[in-house]
């Protein structure tokens, strides 16, 4: 499927004789011209992510190559999509798309003026409404002047990509699956998850602990939830300065501290429950400082482990479901674990995954399909490609253009 347009056009800066400098044309379609100006913004955020400095240097070379012809590629396939959106009028808006499409822009600018209101306030928390407006504003038209960012721009690209959800929907809107479809692939997935827990117990703890559906569960694993007491912020940022300046003995010393600073409120949280763990669900809504209430996957697997060994220790200490641990001490703070019962071996029954999986298999199959009609169409037109003309030297980082100055 086509990439996302990139979040904003390129604006001119500076006085040229030219007027605004959209670079060199880097490709033609049907004779419409793409300047290096669509993929500059998508070529430097490939080179960050991948920390590459120099990608003139002998080292990233071949990928950096790599890059500009994925940019390019990008750069046509956009350049098609504008052309049959246009084919197809499907580029007049309705006023009601025009309007959400605003008010989206709007929201996404308030939004990113909040986060900025927030920081101010806490860089000076004696200072006025008044300042901290202020002070927000100005560092989002900074933001929109350091990123070439306007609300103009940001509408024309919400439009865009508007224009381009319509051309999908056209391009796939026949595209249906058989239950046929949906039982292979449900049983390709099983039979690849059996195989992947097979080899690796331990992702399916990750899988679990990270919401994946799954469609197979291994054996030798249980259902445990926690109520997590975890240690005050400060205590935290203590323990982890220690460990990561290599001071285990006085990370442990912090720990120990910090446990004592938690242990009265754990110890109140322990003494609310039920022995059978009635009231754990209650208690857990009201007390546990974990991001999440689902039950955990966890396995005896030793190294292979997601969890710390005190925590598997104890998971694996209670005797029958319903039990309930005493206080669980981990670098985290004190954890409480209910034992929820056995994980079932097997094939998760195909009806609870039957709507996740027909709906990944039918978007999987528009992808495709919309895929193979751009290469169509790109196949009709006149394409023609000039990744030569991006010069490289243009994209190295300050790094490495100081350190080339050394």
Not at 276 to 286: K, L
Not at 334 to 355: N, Q, S
Request: hydrophobic share 35%.
């Amino acid at each position: 499927m086509k990439k996302k347009l990139l979040l904003s056009l390129l604006l001119c800066t500076g006085l040229l004789l030219t007027g605004c400098s959209k670079g060199m044309v880097i490709a033609t379609v049907n004779g419409t011209r793409v300047y290096e100006s669509s993929v500059r913004d998508l070529i430097t955020a490939y080179f960050q992510y991948y920390g590459v400095s120099d990608p003139t240097s002998s080292t990233y070379r071949e990928f950096a190559d790599q890059v500009v012809e994925l940019a390019i590629d990008t750069a046509v396939q956009n350049e098609i999509v504008a052309q049959k959106v246009k084919e197809y009028g499907l580029d007049v808006l309705s006023e009601d798309e025009k309007a959400e499409i605003e008010s989206t822009v709007d929201e996404s600018i308030q939004s990113l003026k909040d986060q900025y209101y927030e920081i101010a306030k806490q860089a000076d928390p004696d200072g006025t409404e008044e300042a901290w407006q202020q002070t927000a504003q100005d560092n989002v038209d900074d933001y929109f002047q350091n990123n070439d960012v306007s609300r103009e721009s940001l509408i024309e690209d919400w439009t865009a990509s508007k224009q381009a959800t319509k051309l999908y929907e056209r391009v796939t809107e026949n595209i249906s699956v058989t239950e046929e479809e949906v039982q292979d692939e449900y049983d390709t997935r099983v039979a690849e998850m059996k195989e992947t827990y097979a080899e690796s117990p331990g992702s399916f703890e990750q899988d679990m602990m990270n919401g994946a559906t799954v469609y197979y569960r291994p054996a030798g694993f249980r259902e445990i939830k926690q109520i997590l007491i975890a240690f005050n912020e400060e205590d935290a940022e203590t323990i982890a300065a220690l460990q990561n300046q290599g001071d285990t003995e006085g990370a442990e010393e912090a720990k120990q501290a910090a446990l004592a600073n938690i242990r009265d409120k754990a110890q109140a949280v322990l003494d609310s429950l039920k022995k059978d763990g009635s009231n754990f669900d209650e208690v857990m809504e009201e007390n546990t400082d974990d991001t999440s209430t689902e039950p955990y996957a966890v396995g005896d697997l030793g190294e292979d482990t997601s969890y710390v060994e005190a925590f598997t220790q104890a998971a694996f200490a209670l005797q029958k479901p319903g039990n309930i641990s005493g206080l669980v001490a981990t670098d985290y703070g004190y954890h409480i674990l209910l034992y929820v019962g056995d994980i079932e071996e097997g094939a998760v029954p195909f009806e609870e995954v039957k709507a996740y999986t027909e709906e990944q298999l039918l978007s999987s199959k528009k992808q495709e399909a919309y895929q193979q009609q751009l290469e169509a169409w790109q196949a009709e037109m006149d394409v023609q490609t000039y990744a030569d003309r991006i010069d490289l030297s243009q994209y190295k980082s300050d790094a490495a253009t100081t350190m080339a100055g050394d």
